[in-house]
Structures are given as C-alpha cells and as structure tokens.
C-alpha cells in the first residue's frame, strides 16, 4: 500500500468500527455448523475475534533507518523571495529529496484513518511500503537540522492520532469481542433446540453437507502449501528466525518466512492470514521481544484459532532468551506446551521439527 498522505480519507476511526460492527453477523455466519454443534463457544470465538480485531499501527522509532537521497526537481514558482512573474508555469531548480524509513506494526489501511470527522481532518505528508512509515523532505539547499525538525515534528503528530484512534480501536475489541460472544451464544442456542425438536419419528442420520460448485473450483485450484509457518519478532530475525529458515530449508522443510515470501506492495494482514491458512505447524519464537510487539501475537492468535477450529496441535513453541517462568509470566497456557530452547542450537531445533513432521 502507498500513500502521499496520512489519515486524508473523509471517514474516520468511528466510521470503520462501524463497519467492523456490520461485520459481526457475516463473521458468525461463516463458522461451521458442524464446529458450532461440536464446540464450546470459548473453543470457537478466539477464530471469530480475529477477524474483528483492530490492530492500531504502533511505530518503532529506535529502529528508523535513512534511506538514499535523490537528486530531484523542485518547483520554486511560488517563492516570494525570487523575482519570478506569476502565472508563468514552473520554475525548476535541482534540489535533493532526504527519507526516512520508519517500521511499524499493526495493520496499515488504518493509517487512512483519523480521529475528526470531515471536514476537520488534518492530513500528514507521509507514505506507507509494506511495513513502513516513509516520509520525505525536499530542499534546494538541505540542512540537516531542519531536515531533523521537520521529521520529528511529522512523527510526532502521527504519534497523536494513532494514540487518539488506538483508544477508539481498543474500546472496539472489547466490545466486538462482547458482541461476538452473544451471537455466536444465540446462534448455538437456537441450533441446539432444533435439534432437541422431536415429532416422534425416528431420527434419521444427518445428510453429509453437499460441496457447492465454488467450493469445488477452490478445491481444484493449485494453491501452495508450506510444512510451518515462521512466527517471530523482527528483533530475533537476525540472531534465529533467519538461521532456523535457512537450516529448514536445507533440511527440505517448506517454510513461510516474511522476507520469502511478502512482496512489495502485499496486504501484510492479508498474506499473513494466507500463510497461516497454509501451513500445518507454526513455529513460534518466543521472547521478550515476542511478547512486547502486537503483531507477531497477533499471528500467534490465528495459529491458536486454527488449532481450536481443527481439532489438532499445530504450534511448535521455541524458546528464544527465556525459560518456562518467562513465558509463564505473558502466557500460562504456552509455558506448558512443549517447548524447545534456542540454547540447544539451531541443529536440535531443526531435528525436532523434522521429527514432529513425520509423524
């Protein structure tokens, strides 16, 4: 995705927790009948959540990177300090245009996105490339300090309105969550008791559900598949995300990685859910830095779901700069899964993956 401005649509944050909120009844509707007779409602919301969660972008400024400047051409036209008569076209002069690059996580249409209503929004000069925030500076003559100040006054002013949405979006989770539950209570509860209706007869077996012609076209489709999906966060990319992709793949084990598999220009959210979709296993690295960012949770939630929609285990934990009481401290129920310490070496952690896929 690639803007020129920050949060310049006419709708606002209200606006897209509406919509969210007519969603609700399609995200319901889509959970399987079959689950829905089968399951707890604890078992299936976690799957229906996910797909109502706002994730707020949260920037990581420490890790902002300069990127190559570029000589440019910059219109002076409308300096009042040159004497250039009005009216006569552009007029051109070299400069050079200074970037930033700025990471971020959390899902990027909602930099879109402001507080106000039309038609008191307050756009910001900015773009966003896949998972990061990229502003720009042009001068004819640069000067570092201004260049400076302009980008720190910029991203200050983001920071503002992603904290005044985050607190519209986070409200929306607890609520959609809320919401959900109802639904999906009401929808089994109605379904149990036309199950229980009885006329006296006989109760003949239930009809396997017939395949629609679309599902049948899905299903001949080729669509790639992977053995595990790679969770991480991007601060443990260098020290072990990046080794164990490279050690699994030697291996002969199919691995959905981000810098493998994303592309400039891919929905983040969108290929993420694919990948999961895709993917047996997921391996998860679990750290401090893991269980300080939202999104690789985020993907861990969408590893939890498919585990409760299909009935089996699929993650395959590694503990990365923590031990058992760590994890237990974010998350009581992963520190008692099984679980392999980076500590061991990439070559252990490889074996035992292998292992479980032979099974």
């Not at 904290?163 to 519209?168: C, D, K, V």
């Not at 409200?171 to 109605?190: F, H, P, T, V, Y």
């Not at 199919?254 to 979709?277: P, T």
């Not at 690295?285 to 009935?311: N, Y």
Request: glycine share 6%; with cysteine; charged share 30%.
């Amino acid at each position: 995705m690639r803007t020129s401005w920050l949060f310049g649509e006419r709708a606002n944050i209200n606006d897209v927790v509406e919509a969210q909120k007519r969603s609700v009844e399609t995200a319901i509707d889509s959970v399987d009948i079959e689950q829905l007779r089968a399951r707890s409602i604890d078992e299936i919301l976690p799957a229906v959540v996910h797909k109502l969660r706002l994730d707020v972008p949260v920037l990581h400024r420490d890790q902002t990177k300069q990127l190559p400047s570029e000589e440019i051409e910059i219109d002076v036209s409308r300096d009042p300090s040159r004497a250039i008569i009005p009216g006569r076209g552009p007029y051109l002069v070299k400069g050079t245009e200074i970037s930033i690059a700025v990471p971020f996580t959390g899902e990027a249409s909602l930099f879109k996105y402001g507080h106000a209503p039309y038609p008191f929004i307050n756009p910001i000069e900015g773009e966003v490339e896949d998972d990061h925030l990229i502003l720009r500076h042009r001068a004819e003559h640069p000067d570092a300090g201004r260049i400076k100040a302009d980008f720190d006054g910029r991203l200050q002013q983001i920071e503002e309105v992603l904290s005044m949405i985050r607190s519209r979006a986070e409200n929306w989770n607890k609520e959609g969550e809320r919401i959900a539950r109802q639904k999906l209570s009401n929808r089994k509860e109605k379904l149990e008791k036309a199950g229980a209706l009885s006329l006296g007869y006989p109760i003949a077996p239930r009809p396997a559900a017939p395949r629609s012609g679309t599902a049948r076209a899905a299903a001949t489709a080729p669509v790639e598949h992977f053995d595990v999906f790679l969770s991480h966060a991007s601060e443990d990319k260098d020290t072990i995300a990046r080794p164990l992709y490279q050690a699994l793949t030697d291996a002969g084990v199919s691995v959905w990685f981000d810098e493998a598999v994303l592309k400039l220009g891919d929905g983040l959210r969108r290929k993420i859910d694919e990948g999961l979709a895709r993917c047996k296993y997921g391996i998860v690295v679990l750290s401090p830095s893991f269980f300080a960012k939202h999104w690789p949770q985020r993907e861990l939630d969408g590893l939890v779901a498919k585990e409760i929609t299909s009935g089996e285990k699929g993650i395959l934990p590694i503990w990365h700069e923590i031990d058992q009481k760590g994890v237990a401290e974010y998350s009581p129920t992963l520190a008692d899964r099984l679980a392999v310490a980076s500590s061991k070496g990439i070559d252990e952690i490889v074996r035992q993956i292998r292992d479980v896929l032979k099974k």
